[in-house]
């Protein structure tokens, strides 16, 4: 082959070797974690405990919407100034209830299925042991359903707070009612069950017809 011929071949190889070599594809690599990253840190058993019972809390405020149908029925003097499940005395004249699984101090507002009277209480108790009752009311509260004299009758529960009292519905309070004269009155809003029945129980001695309702807060 000639030498200019050889020469021609020579360039034209080195070029496509040239050409093929900035044509090359660069593929980006992440970049490797610093060698001093810190771990996840695990959880502790208190934040684990808290977060579960956040999970708890959410799950048993969806279901306790849901309203329960039962017999219901009411202890007395027998038990006045015993201990109850939350560590109060029983107050037969106070509006507590004993529920099987309600977590203590939820508010229930128990209507009767017979007469239409309702009313509100809080679960300090454990009980009722009777098969087909689904809660025991204290004497107090038998009396507004008139229930003290026939003992046990059929209501639906309505869950209205969560265990510490504070109602379930956004913007609703609790408020005492009662009747002034030819007026109806209204004391509140009360944010806490606990703030709203101690004003009820002030407020029956001259009102006797003064019940707890839960109603909306206007601005």
Avoid at 2 to 11: D, G, I
Avoid at 33 to 60: H, I
Avoid at 184 to 197: L, S
Avoid at 203 to 217: C, N
Wanted: aromatic share 8%; glycine share 6%; proline share 5%.
């Amino acid at each position: 082959m000639p030498f200019a011929k050889r020469l021609c071949t020579v360039l034209l190889l080195v070029t496509l070797a040239t050409g093929l070599s900035s044509a090359r594809t660069v593929y980006a690599t992440a970049d490797p974690p610093p060698a001093n990253a810190p771990a996840s840190t695990p959880l502790s058993p208190a934040e684990e405990k808290a977060r579960k019972d956040a999970r708890e809390r959410e799950d048993w405020l969806r279901h306790a919407r849901d309203s329960e149908v039962g017999k219901a029925s009411w202890y007395g003097g027998k038990f006045h100034n015993r201990k109850t499940a939350s560590g109060l005395l029983y107050d037969m004249h106070t509006f507590t209830a004993a529920h099987k699984t309600l977590p203590l101090g939820t508010v229930v507002r128990v209507t009767d299925q017979t007469n239409g009277k309702s009313v509100m209480v809080c679960v300090t108790d454990r009980g009722p042991y009777v098969r087909g009752r689904i809660i025991d009311l204290s004497w107090a509260a038998a009396q507004k359903l008139d229930l003290a004299s026939r003992g046990v009758c059929k209501v639906e529960l309505e869950v209205v707070s969560d265990e510490t009292g504070k109602p379930l519905q956004e913007g609703s309070a609790y408020y005492v009612r009662f009747q002034s004269g030819r007026d109806v009155e209204e004391v509140g809003p009360f944010y806490a069950f606990a703030d709203a029945a101690a004003m009820h129980e002030a407020l029956l001695q001259a009102h006797p017809d003064a019940e707890l309702i839960l109603g909306e807060v206007l601005e």
